[in-house]
T-cell receptor
Framework: QQQVKQSPQSLIVQKGGISIINCAYE??????FPWYQQFPGKGPALLIA?????SEKKEGRFTISFNKSAKQFSLHIMDSQPGDSATYFC???????????FGRGTSLIVHP | NAGVTQTPKFQVLKTGQSMTLQCAQD?????MYWYRQDPGMGLRLIYY???????DKGEVPNGYNVSRLNKREFSLRLESAAPSQTSVYFC????????????FGEGSWLTVV
């Protein structure tokens, strides 16, 4: 059973456009929602994270929007750049657990 | 500061051979993990160690064994490699408290022929 569903699986955006990746979760006990960015040949690295007490968190061009009632959260990349081309994973974890649940990833390609 | 270091980076095995993937972290983290990444399947947890001296199965443990040698090191062993174990393997660590960042190594590319 997949507890965190991520979509789309792949995404192609033109430079300067907005990239949007969505995740939906089932377990209402989740209380931490990070996004990881993975460049080819590298391991994933934390990009940005949010807790459910806020509806939005912004860091530079990257924004997480969180909808607790819908059990959904999304990553928005504004003014997408070719350097943003990577695989993005959403994840969720709950208090007391050492194990995040990952989405299946989205491969983002930003064309120049 | 090296973070999470995995060796080897690339390995080709014949079916039935055994090998051990080594992992070490220098961040004094309590928890360590082994994931495999396959196209379209995301990151799947093989085994984890919440703290030194403990190990537990994850989502896909069959065909693997692990050893938490000490707080720094967490190895993954394939006793009899199978083509289905062709994958990219990531070791990761975490300070040990929910909500903290997972730090990944750079990956080990394993091909079983």
């Amino acid at each position: 059973q997949q507890q965190v569903k991520q979509s789309p699986q792949s995404l192609i955006v033109q430079k300067g456009g907005i990239s949007i990746i969505n995740c939906a979760y089932e377990n209402t006990a989740f209380d931490y929602f990070p996004w990881y960015q993975q460049f080819p040949g590298k391991g994933p690295a934390l990009l940005i994270a949010i807790r459910p007490d806020v509806s939005e968190k912004k860091e530079g061009r990257f924004t997480i929007s969180f909808n607790k009632s819908a059990k959904q959260f999304s990553l928005h990349i504004m003014d997408s750049q070719p350097g943003d081309s990577a695989t993005y994973f959403c994840a969720a974890s709950r208090g007391g657990s050492y194990i995040p649940t990952f989405g299946r990833g989205t491969s983002l390609i930003v064309h120049p | 500061n090296a973070g999470v270091t995995q060796t080897p980076k690339f390995q080709v095995l014949k079916t039935g051979q055994s090998m051990t993937l080594q992992c070490a972290q220098d961040m004094n983290h309590n928890s360590m993990y082994w994931y495999r990444q396959d196209p379209g399947m995301g990151l799947r947890l093989i085994y984890y160690s919440a703290s030194e001296g403990t190990t537990d199965k994850g989502e896909v443990p069959n065909g693997y064994n692990v050893s938490r040698l000490n707080k720094r090191e967490f190895s993954l062993r394939l006793e009899s490699a199978a083509p289905s174990q062709t994958s990219v393997y990531f070791c990761a660590s975490n300070p040990g408290f929910s909500g903290n960042t997972i730090y990944f190594g750079e990956g080990s590319w394993l091909t079983v022929v």
